[in-house]
């Protein structure tokens, strides 16, 4: 069940929070839908390794680095997410999520969340301006292609991928009442992109249901020998060209990720 809150009698957070659910859930979804296919699917796959990169670094950002396995930056207009606003969204999610949330992440290593700055403390502007960015470890028992190894799919795959993953959206939130209207669909097909050196995967999706604004989210997964490192972005449509600015490109982040030297 969602709680209606307030701060300085301005309009009520239950939208933040139902809108911050929905992006919980449905990440998870990104990225449970495709993980063994896409595990079964690379394990035969020819490598060619390139060595010859380099990380993109930008003055005034913040590095985190995970657990001495791979690093990336955070632009300033980001902070972490604090375990207390965190307690809070676990609090306000629907319970129907929770075996959904024990089966996607039977694999994970480690999960990092940043968004807006100044949402930790429910500054206005913040959650005007709200966004989501997750990146997350996965270890598995197979060997998948090494950071730098190439990567290979083919079109018809990414595509039945995305399929896939709307379809298993759909019907899990079509079967909650409040969200009868929802409505998930492909905006940019999966495709294989080559960043820092390595290939992965990019593919854009949006949802929408009734009284809610349209949100967007981009996804980015990178595979490294027994591990997947997933990034996404998730925004309200209209954030969308704000958040995507020359000088305000959250996409920028991914261009800064790389393993551990």
């Known amino acids: 069940m969602l709680v209606t ?14 809108c911050a659910g ?7 979804f990104l990225v449970g ?8 699917k690379l394990m035969n796959t020819p490598q060619k390794k390139s060595n010859d990169y380099q990380a993109k670094t930008y003055n005034g950002w913040t590095t985190i680095k995970i657990e001495g396995d791979v690093e990336f930056q955070i ?10 606003f965190q307690k809070m969204l676990n609090d306000n999610t629907l319970e129907i999520a929770n075996e959904l949330y024990k089966f996607t992440n039977k694999n994970l290593v480690k999960q990092i969340v940043a968004q807006t700055k100044g949402t930790n403390d429910l500054d206005p502007t913040a959650i005007e301006h709200f966004v989501t960015v997750k990146f997350r470890i996965e270890r598995f028992s197979n060997t998948l292609p090494k950071w730098g ?11 039945d991928h995305d399929q896939e993953v709307i379809e298993k959206i759909c019907t899990y939130y ?10 998930a669909y492909t905006i940019k097909p999966s495709k294989i992109l080559e ?5 992965c995967t990019y593919g854009q999706m949006g949802m929408k249901w009734e009284g809610q604004e349209e949100l967007v989210i981009d996804s980015y997964l990178f595979f490294n020998g027994d591990r997947t490192y997933t990034f996404s972005i998730s925004v309200k449509a209209s954030d969308y060209g704000y958040w995507t600015t020359k000088d305000n490109d959250l996409r920028n982040i991914v261009n800064t990720f790389q393993p551990c030297k």
Do not use: H
Not at 149 to 159: A, Q
Not at 174 to 183: A, E, N, V
Not at 195 to 199: C, D, E, L, P, R
């Open 195 to 199: 960043i820092n050196g390595t290939k």
């Open 33 to 40: 839908c495709g993980g063994a296919n896409t595990q079964a």
């Open 75 to 84: 632009p300033p207009t980001l902070e972490l997410r604090a375990d207390e």
């Open 174 to 183: 079509k079967s909650i009442p409040d969200f009868k209207s929802f409505d």
């Open 149 to 159: 190894e190439d990567v290979k799919f083919t079109s018809k795959y990414l595509k």
């Open 22 to 28: 929905l992006l919980f859930l449905s990440f998870l």
């Open 5 to 18: 809150m307030y701060r300085d009698g301005r309009k009520p957070m239950k939208t933040i929070l139902k």
